[in-house]
């Protein structure tokens, strides 16, 4: 037995101490200590990658790593110093080698990585997909040069080197555009195409302006600065007025906009989102100014399906907008949530008039249902409204052509009140019957919801 097992623990042993000798170990420079071993070898992996080791012996440089983070992981755990040292001094010996093989072969391709190396200090590895799109391209390198043991042809250099340009302008777009991207991403997932079209537009514009601008001249930030420092204001604007939006539902955009200028004339907004340039705080100054600046930036870029409306216009629709802004508020202190909702529809303002208390049946406007009326109308003469349309809804008791039918008669009854209330508008309604209802029909709280009167109000220019 003795003689069976003395030469099976031989090879065990021998195979282990073949195996824990199999890589080389670089002395270290910092002695025992496992955390300068680790900085230390982290160093050099950084001087192998501004030396483009990493794609010139490839398959060494990728061995010293897996080293490096073994390293790096059992000084993590806690892991007895010793095997720290270990696998750190491997990753520096496969530095070292890696170093070595890479030399003769840098001779035949020393113009192209040249291309790579500018490419590298635009800061290609601060985005996964650019570091995606750089191996790649490093893939094709060293396909079409052998593994760098012959020179490019023209041709190929050529293709090579305007892939290494692109994707240096894109490290540079990157790079000076990421905190204004993130912003114009973070307004479009909270529905900033429809709270703040106007705000989101000039961001874009100004991003697109950008990105066209450093691509022409990625190595001159004389060039592309000004285009920057613009759409770091815009998108700042742009998430600074998408915060009081979505802090206080229902504010329109210019109402936002001007809350946004008032707070920064006050020092409320002294900082700008995440890491943009804390010195980039000035804002478009108003509405207009913004509207107007993207008239010329539309044209320039080619990206326009319209042009934009005249000052006038704009003015009046800020205008109207704060008029809508008013009446709302003052619908919230006037009226209880049940009695009636006011909401903004479109161009349109709506007072849904959810408890009229028509009887079943019945088109007669209760004696309490007229003060409601009244209070509305006295908003609604306020807003400078131009027509109201009065639109009847009833409950599901009953037949359908019936319903149609009362719903019309109530319409008209609540039309005719306004009318003699004489509020300066124009009046028109209509009848939907039981078509539109907004609570069960199954309760008859719900029933008496539904049988309400929409105003839809609109004003004048």
């Known amino acids: 037995m003795q ?3 003395t030469p099976l623990w031989f090879l065990i042993i021998t195979s282990l101490m073949i195996g824990c000798s199999s890589h080389r170990k670089a002395d270290l420079a910092v002695g025992d200590d496992p955390v300068q071993a680790v900085s230390e070898v982290s160093r050099a992996m950084q001087e192998a990658q501004q030396d483009q080791i990493d794609v010139l012996a490839d398959e060494t440089y990728e061995d010293a790593v897996k080293y490096l983070k073994k390293a790096q992981k059992d000084l993590d755990a806690g892991e007895p110093a010793q095997d720290v040292l270990e696998n750190a001094a491997i990753a520096k010996a496969f530095f070292e080698d890696a170093r070595k093989i890479a030399k003769p072969r840098k001779d035949n391709a020393t113009r192209i990585l040249k291309a790579r190396a500018s490419a590298l200090k635009a800061n290609v590895r601060a985005s996964n997909e650019l570091i995606a799109i750089l191996d790649d391209i490093d893939d094709e390198l060293k396909s079409e040069t052998k593994q760098f043991s012959r020179t490019l042809e023209p041709e190929d250099f050529s293709e090579l080197q305007k892939a290494y340009l692109v994707l240096e302008s894109r490290a540079v777009q990157f790079t000076e555009l990421k905190d204004a991207k993130d912003a114009i991403d973070h307004a479009l997932k909270n ?5 703040a079209p106007v705000s989101l537009r000039a961001a874009t514009l100004d991003y697109e302006e950008a990105m066209n601008i450093i691509a022409r001249s990625p190595r001159s930030p004389s060039i592309y600065k000004n285009s920057v420092n613009d759409v770091i204001a815009s998108a700042t604007q742009l998430y600074d007025v998408m915060n009081i939006i979505l802090g206080a539902k229902g504010t329109p955009e210019n109402i936002a906009v001007q809350m946004v200028k008032q707070k920064r004339a006050l020092g409320e907004l002294s900082t700008n989102i995440g890491n943009l340039k804390a010195n980039l705080q000035t804002t478009k100054q ?7 600046s993207l008239k010329k930036k539309e044209t320039d870029l080619e990206r326009t399906k319209g042009v ?3 000052q006038e216009e704009q003015l009046e629709r800020a205008s109207k907008q704060v008029r809508f802004q008013q009446a709302m508020e003052e619908a919230q202190k006037e009226l209880s949530q049940d009695d009636a ?5 479109g161009s349109n303002l709506v007072f849904r008039l959810k408890r009229v208390n028509f009887k079943t049946g019945t088109a007669s406007i209760p004696e309490p249902s007229k003060q409601l009326i009244a209070k509305v109308n006295a908003i609604i003469k306020k807003l400078d409204a131009k027509k109201v349309i009065v639109q009847g809804h009833t409950d599901s008791i009953g037949p359908t052509t019936v319903n149609k039918r009362l719903s019309t008669e109530r319409a008209t009854g609540v039309a005719t009140y306004l009318h003699s209330l004489r509020g300066g508008y124009k009046i028109t309604y209509k009848g939907y019957g039981e078509s539109k209802p907004i609570a069960s029909n199954k309760t008859e709280d719900g029933r008496a919801t539904n049988r309400r009167v929409d105003l839809v109000v609109s004003v004048k220019e």
Do not use: E, G, R
């Open 341 to 345: 909702l006011v909401y903004q529809q």
């Open 286 to 292: 108003s509405l207009q100014t913004t509207q107007l």
């Open 3 to 5: 003689n069976l097992l």
């Open 191 to 195: 529905d900033a195409d429809d709270l």
């Open 308 to 310: 934009l409306k005249t």
